[in-house]
C-alpha cells in the first residue's frame, strides 16, 4: 500500500502523545514481548537455538520496529536499501529450512501485537489518529512480507549460484582434474598458493539439546562456520563443510609466505588466530590441520591435511592448528608398519591394570611430569610414583631411563596408531 506525501505529514497523536516517541521509549520491553509471542506462538521457533533467538531474532524484530517508527515519524514508505536488513535475515532462515510461512506469521504476529500495544495508548477522540497508524501498519506490513520473500527468492538463488562455483572449483583442485578449464568457467582465477585446512568440529550444545532441533542447530553452525572462513578468506574461500568439519582451500593473495618456507610467517601466524577464533563463533571445539600448496600440489595436500587432522584427533587433540611437523613421529606410527603391534605389545602386560596404565599415559602426554599427572588425575602425587614403578615392574621398563622412555613413549604411539586406549583396556 502506498501512502500519500503529497501533503505535508502531520505526527500522529495517540492519548495525546507522539505515538512514534511513546513506541522508540518502549522499544527494548516491545522487542522483548515480541520475541517471546513469535517464541510461544510460532511452531518452529519454538525449536531455535536460544543463540538464535537473543541474537538474530532479536535483532531482526528491533530493525522492523524500528523502521515502522520511522513510518510513523515521516509518512514515508520505506526505500528498498532498508528493507536490506530484512531480506537478508529472510535468506538466512531460508539457508536453515525454516518454512516461509512460519517466517511469515512471525512477522504478522509482531505487527498484531503492535497493533494491541498502540490500541491500549488511545482514548475515544483517537479514531482519526488510529485509522493513519493503520494504513501505515498495513504499508510497513507489506513492504516487510515483499522483503521476506526476496529473501527467500531470487536473492538465495543468487547466493546459491556463487557457492555453487567455489564448491566446483574446490573439487577441481583437491581432485587435481580439469582445474584450468573448471577455473575459466566459473570466473574463479587460480591463487598463487592456497592455505589447505582440514577441520574437525565437535558438537555444540545446541545440537546436543533435546529441546532444539538438531538439524536447525546443526545448520546454523555450519552458516557461522562458512561466514567466518569467508572472512578468513576474503569471501574468496573454496571448501565443502558439513557440521563436523570439513576441507577448505583460503587463497594465497600476497607476495608471502613463500611456499617452503611459511610456518614462521606472520601470514600463518594471523591464521592460527582466525581459526582459534571458530570455537567462540560456533560454541564447539575445533582442530585444524594447515598445510600450504601451489594448486598443481592441492590434491596431496589435502590428502595429507586430512591424514594429520585424523592423527591429531587420534592422539587426543580436541583443539588448536597443527601441522604434519608438530606431529611427525605420531604420524609415522600411524603408517602401516610390522613394527607397530610389537611396539603396542611392550605395554600388554599393563591391560589388567587400567588405572596404572591410564597413570603412564597421562605422565608421558603431560611430558614426564609426576605433578602434572597427579593434578590431571586427581590424586596424590604419591600415588603417581607407586603406580610408575608399577609400570616398571610390569614392563621391565626403567622409566627414569632415557632410553627406556622412548620406547615406552613409542609403546604408547603405537597402541593409540592401532586404536588401542585405556578405556579399551578396562572393558
Known amino acids: 500500500m502506498s501512502v500519500n506525501k503529497e501533503l505535508p505529514f502531520e505526527p500522529i497523536l495517540v492519548g495525546g502523545r507522539s505515538l512514534a516517541d511513546r513506541l522508540a521509549q518502549r522499544t527494548h520491553p516491545l522487542v522483548m514481548a515480541t520475541v517471546d509471542l513469535v517464541h510461544r506462538d510460532v511452531t518452529f521457533y519454538r525449536l531455535l537455538p536460544d543463540e538464535a533467538l537473543r ?26 536499501e532498508l528493507l536490506a536488513d530484512i531480506s537478508e535475515s529472510a535468506r538466512q532462515r531460508a539457508q536453515e529450512l525454516v518454512p516461509l510461512g512460519e517466517v511469515l506469521r512471525a512477522y504478522h504476529l509482531a505487527a498484531g501485537l503492535w497493533w494491541e500495544t498502540i490500541s491500549e495508548w488511545a482514548v475515544p477522540e483517537d479514531g482519526v489518529a488510529l485509522a493513519r497508524t493503520g494504513r501505515l501498519l498495513n504499508a510497513y506490513t507489506a513492504a516487510s512480507t515483499s522483503a521476506v520473500l526476496a529473501g527467500y527468492g531470487s536473492d538465495h538463488a543468487t547466493q546459491t549460484d ?6 566446483s572449483l574446490f573439487v577441481a583442485l583437491s581432485t587435481g582434474v580439469d582445474v584450468d578449464r573448471v577455473s575459466d568457467e566459473v570466473g574463479i582465477r587460480l591463487a598463487r598458493l592456497y592455505w589447505v585446512v582440514a577441520l574437525h568440529v565437535e558438537r555444540n550444545d545446541d545440537e546436543s539439546s533435546t ?24 569471501d574468496k574461500a573454496l ?3 558439513g557440521s563436523s568439519g570439513g576441507a577448505v582451500l583460503i587463497p594465497i593473495v600476497e607476495s608471502e609466505p613463500a611456499e617452503g618456507n611459511w ?15 571458530l570455537e567462540k563463533v560456533i560454541g564447539a571445539s575445533t582442530v585444524a590441520a594447515v598445510h600450504i600448496a601451489a594448486p598443481v600440489a592441492v590434491p596431496a595436500a589435502v590428502t595429507q591435511a586430512r591424514e594429520v587432522l585424523n592423527v591429531a584427533r587420534k592422539y587426543g587433540r580436541t583443539s588448536g592448528v597443527v601441522r604434519l611437523e608438530d606431529l611427525a613421529v605420531e604420524y609415522q606410527l600411524t603408517r602401516p608398519s610390522a613394527a607397530l603391534p ?7 602386560p599393563l591391560e589388567s591394570d587400567s588405572a596404572v596404565l591410564e597413570t603412564l599415559e597421562s605422565f608421558i602426554d603431560s611430558g614426564f611430569d609426576r605433578a602434572a599427572t597427579a593434578r590431571q588425575l586427581h590424586v596424590h602425587p604419591n600415588t603417581v610414583v607407586y603406580r610408575l614403578r608399577k609400570a616398571s615392574s610390569l614392563t621391565g621398563l626403567d622409566l627414569s631411563s632415557p632410553k627406556d622412555l622412548v620406547r615406552v613413549t613409542m609403546a604408547l604411539g603405537a597402541r593409540r596408531a592401532i586404536g588401542i586406549d585405556a578405556d579399551a583396556s578396562r572393558t
Open 239 to 241: 571448501g565443502v563443510l
Open 263 to 277: 610456518a614462521s610467517s606472520p601470514q600463518y601466524l594471523t591464521l592460527c588466530r582466525r581459526l582459534g577464533d
Open 162 to 167: 556463487e557457492d555453487s562455483a567455489r564448491r
Open 55 to 80: 541474537n538474530d531474532v532479536t535483532t531482526i524484530v528491533r530493525r522492523n520496529l524500528e523502521l515502522f517508527i520511522s513510518m510513523l515519524r515521516t509518512g514515508a514508505d520505506l526505500a528498498p
Open 211 to 234: 529441546e532444539v532441533d538438531t538439524a536447525v542447530a546443526e545448520r546454523r553452525k555450519v552458516r557461522h562456520l562458512q561466514r567466518e572462513l569467508d572472512q578468513v578468506g576474503r
Open 342 to 348: 610389537i611396539l603396542a605389545d611392550v605395554l600388554l
